[in-house]
């Protein structure tokens, strides 16, 4: 089993900045990814960002040269860092982990992001 954690979402200014922070505990050994979904008022989830064990990232075109997801291996702990945010960046963040031979989806209880125009 994983355990996840998110924190740092807020409230902020349209042009602003947040930093999420994701903690990993438990059988966090055999992780093959980990990245961050979103969900704004009314829309489907939609995923924002993913980090491989391997250091590869890819992004949602919506957020590229915006966004970026980096980690603390040490810490089990993956961050996201919104530049430039804008009021269709409004939603709950979603932290996610795929572990294990099986890749297995681990997620968070998610972070309210709220951007003010």
């Known amino acids: 089993q994983v355990q996840l954690v998110e924190s740092g979402g807020g409230l902020v200014q349209a042009g602003g900045s947040l930093r999420l922070s994701c903690a990993a505990s438990?059988?966090?050994?055999?992780?093959?990814?980990m990245g961050w979904y979103r969900q704004g008022p009314g829309k489907q989830r939609e995923l924002v960002t993913t980090?491989?064990?391997?250091?590869?990232?890819n992004y949602a075109d919506s957020v590229k040269g915006r966004f970026a997801i980096s980690r603390d291996t040490a810490k089990n702990t993956v961050y996201l860092q919104m530049n430039s945010l804008k009021p269709e960046d409004t939603a709950v963040y979603y932290c996610?982990?795929?572990?294990?031979?099986?890749?297995?989806?681990?997620w968070g209880h998610g972070t309210q992001v709220t951007v003010s125009s």
């Open positions: 996610y982990a795929v572990v294990g031979p099986l890749l297995s989806h681990y």
């Open positions: 438990g059988s966090t050994f055999s992780t093959t990814a």
């Open positions: 980090i491989t064990s391997g250091g590869s990232t």
